[in-house]
């Protein structure tokens, strides 16, 4: 199990078993688990559960916030290009995480900011280790995701 919880932001992992109790062609009994592990990552009411293509977007996100972090005194200058946004729209409201690159007096820093309809709905400014710490808890919860499982009957 992951758990999470740093500024309003949550990382959840956890996992149910299922058992499966079957006769096999020998009439023995035999016993089968499935894992089915359930990631859940919240950015205030925006929640992305289980969506691997999301999970992805927000974890590569940071990593090239991280890696322009550090790269920043180079000749191309100190300013990071980071601007990405995960939309969310279903018949009641629309919602959109964004990520975007600050920086103050030579400070960088990560603003993570969730909008309901068009109005703020939570805004956090994160620094370097943060980021870090964010990145380490989302990619340990993507690494737990297991594969839906599908039972073939076969023919004996």
Do not use: C
Not at 78 to 85: F, M, Q, V, W, Y
Not at 101 to 111: D, M, T, V
Not at 135 to 155: T, V
């Amino acid at each position: 199990m992951v758990d999470f919880e740093f500024k309003e932001i949550r990382v959840n992992a956890t996992g149910e078993l299922e058992r499966y109790d079957y006769k096999d062609a020998g009439n023995r009994g035999q016993t089968r688990f499935n894992r089915n592990m359930v990631v859940t990552v919240g950015f205030w009411d925006f929640v992305i559960v289980n969506d691997l293509y999301e999970l992805a977007m927000v974890k590569s996100t940071l990593n090239y916030f991280m890696q322009a972090y550090w790269k920043r005194s180079s000749k191309a200058g100190s300013k990071i290009e980071l601007a990405t946004a995960l939309f969310h729209d279903d018949d009641f409201n629309s919602q959109a995480l964004n990520m975007i690159a600050r920086q103050k007096n030579n400070i960088q820093s990560l603003e993570v900011s969730v909008t309901d309809d068009g109005r703020p709905a939570g805004e956090v400014y994160l620094s370097a280790q943060e980021v870090i710490m964010l990145d380490i808890a989302i990619g340990k919860a993507i690494n737990l995701l297991s594969p839906d499982y599908k039972i073939i009957k076969g023919s004996l």
